[in-house]
């Protein structure tokens, strides 16, 4: 029997729920490894009782249900049948009196179409699979390091790409079709950034041009075997002045400093609030005369941003098994962004870093 | 002025509503023209009132929002500063009294979250982009007739790369590539499946080999502009028997069926209910001993599946100005599978093929 199946079945214990709805892709993919619902439509829902396990989904998705769930209960569900319907006759044959759902998923209309059969008494908002998902296993985190290794490759390969007037766009290309060659995904769509164009955190690669004397930042990563990669790394082409040294040195020192606090703190066995992370490299930052980021760290897994969360407000703390980044970056709109992001793992109370790309400035 | 927004606003009044707050993806695309926020996270709300337009989002998103939403109000939000206090704020300045939200989107955790500021009551589920998307003037058919003619160009060079023993995902790594060659993206994940594997309408294409006399399916689309194509093409790798012949014949005259049926409901100034259309099809299939598909056809735009919808239970009503496919098929599990998809718009009641790959049987 799948063991995260009966890990979910200790938490609906603990939480206790009789059975959860899963609606949410990667939380299916982390139950049974199937990762092919297009995120387009609704495909597929897991509904897990105490006892039982079931997949409701289309007819379209009958031969993928029986060979990738093959220890799931197959319910097919049509428009004029729908799974609402379904979803009642199971909880009333286990006598379900109490059901998670992921309320952080769920659309609005779904829940009016469940509320339409099930009391809405019975329904409480979890997320359960989250709690799992947090602490990754040593095949888990040996996917990441996978997914990292190919990300590293891919940047010695782009590197040797930049020559002046290549376009952003035709380099986050490379970047893609590279990863893709290599029998992989993209995690997200890569971002390539010359000069100014960086000041935009979430830039969008376009037809700008490269020239001579200024940073270039890469933000990329792999999905291998469903798991992410995700990397950063701001390098000048050009000649660096001693100014644009000193400005990307501020932000790898923030990383070591962010990196330091982490381990430091781990090696005495004290607790870590994930914020703290960010903010001791903020700090530097800011005690060395640079703007400070606004965006923040995060966990990574079956997606690029998932817990641990190290945003400002998170109540997270640093754990076993967590697998997140450490990105500090500084901006000044119209005129640069540099940004630093590696993937670390927290394995047996010690730091690893999985992302291996080199990160002292490059100058070409 | 954005004459989308002045179309909305003529719904506001229709539905008797203040205000809508749009979640959606494309439906921010639609107002907008800007498609660069991920579906990973939420990044964006779009709260148009009767009198002026905001756009919420992040901080690192400020000079996208300055830049493509310059007809907007820019409202900043923070996790420490959320939207739905923002939005109480405005509602209470422009007085407000209701508000429609895209239930269809809007997960269960943002309407608790906005409710925790405004009541229920002002609330009313609407999905009024879609009234408005439905119905595509001149440009946006231009543009998915540009998208098409790309989808053709692909088919035409994916065809010949078709050799014993190439696999299944080396050639949807190959469409794919093609397209993002073009400047253009794709609108789905091709799909690619030789023989037997096509019987699952949605098989994900792996390394199956393709091997001398059987069947092989191409089912992708392009992405230009943000506007989609869809196209699916059934050839026969070897020398295909007579059975074989009639089998694709047998699709080839379903499609024709229902365009025929189509056609001449247009002429006559007929109404056409919508599922009518592949049901001609399906009907055609049956009658002649072949069993009948049990996917649909479906409207097309900035989704690859949108309004109108041609499935069983649908109400839509053919119009002038719609585009869809029109996509047969039959399906015999472990043994082939077979479907021809082309897109479609009725223009000035006219219906006109926007996809011009040949689709008489090719076997090579």
Redesign the interface.
Known sequence: MNSRIQQLRKLLDKENLDAVLISTLPNITYLSSFS?F????RDAYLLITKKRQYIFTH???R??AQKDFSDFILVEYR??NPFHKAVKSIIEKEKVTSLG?E???????D??VLTQEINKKLLK?VNLIDQLRVIKDVEEIQKIKNACKLGDKTFSYIFKKLKTNITE?ELA?EI??FI??N?ADIS??PVVAFGPNA????H?PDGTKLKKNCFVLFDFGVKLNNYCSDMTRTIFFGEATKEQKELYNAVLNAQLASVDYLKSKLAQKQSVHAPTIDQVGRDYLTDHGYSPF??SSHGIGL???ESPHL???SNDYMESGMVFSIEPGTYS?GNYGIRIEDIFAIENNKLIQLTKAPKYIITI
Chains 1, 2 share one sequence.
């Open positions: 092919g297009t995120t387009e439509d007819p379209i998705y031969e993928v428009r004029n759902f309320a952080f998923d769920l659309t609005v209309n829940y009016e908002p766009k290309t893609e079709f893709k060659r029998n997200f769509d000041s935009q955190p979430h969008i606004n965006h997606n690029v941003h945003y400002p407000s709109e």
